[in-house]
């Protein structure tokens, strides 16, 4: 919703997606998954919002090997975080 209330010109194009595929009013005969099918730039704007501000700010995963990164040698066994905010923007 923030993004959208900062592009107000993009705003409009989601509004006026939803009004052309009729579920601007009580739609309630289809799921989630079958009317965002039918907006490819709603769909594009929920990603693009994961992408900038994910719900996970970081993943975490054990080495099972040895891992050179950026000159280092990170054993087996130690926990490797990666930051999305940091990755994606």
Not at 65 to 77: F, H, R, T
């Amino acid at each position: 919703m923030y993004l959208l209330a900062k592009h107000p010109e993009v705003q409009e194009k989601v509004l006026c997606e939803i009004k052309e595929a009729g579920l601007d009013k009580n739609a309630t005969n289809s799921s989630g998954d079958a009317m965002i099918k039918n907006l490819p730039l709603l769909k594009g704007v929920i990603r693009e919002a994961l992408r900038l501000y994910p719900v996970a700010p970081f993943l975490t995963r054990i080495l099972p090997e040895d891992c050179p990164i950026g000159g280092y040698n990170v054993p087996a066994g130690d926990i490797l975080a990666i930051q999305l905010m940091v990755n994606k923007k």
